[in-house]
Nanobody, 125 residues
């Protein structure tokens, strides 16, 4: 069982930056695929980025602006968000799984077994 706690959300102007953190419990954090998802009001939850043993994936809408990274010693995964746009406004969720995800599966909500409670990101124009 893994517990995930996100932090770092807030209100920022368009063009600004935020760094989200997701702290995970457990002793096998390095084995987990970690993902970030987001859900805007009235919309379905969508994928943002993921970090596996072998690769890193991004949604086209954030590629070049967002960076996912992890510190296994701190059991933490990060999402650095630069050049933020009002369309990035959403609740951001951290997710984890021990499954070996690939380029064809990393973006699927059903592929992840553990979820955080989410952190709100609001980008003003």
């Amino acid at each position: 069982q893994v517990q995930l706690v996100e932090s770092g959300g807030g209100l920022v102007q368009a063009g600004g930056s935020l760094r989200l953190s997701c702290a995970a419990s457990g002793r096998t954090f390095s084995r987990y695929t970690m993902g970030w998802f987001r859900q805007a009001p009235g919309k379905e939850r969508e994928y943002v980025a993921a970090n596996t043993w072998l690769d890193t994936y991004y949604a086209a809408s954030v590629k070049g602006r967002f960076t996912i990274s992890r510190d296994n010693a701190k059991n933490t995964v990060y999402l650095q968000m630069n050049s933020l746009k009002p369309d990035d406004t959403a609740v951001y969720y951290c997710a984890a799984t021990l499954r070996g995800l690939t380029s064809s599966t990393w973006y699927s909500l059903g592929a992840y077994d553990y979820w955080g409670q989410g952190t709100q990101v609001t980008v003003s124009s």
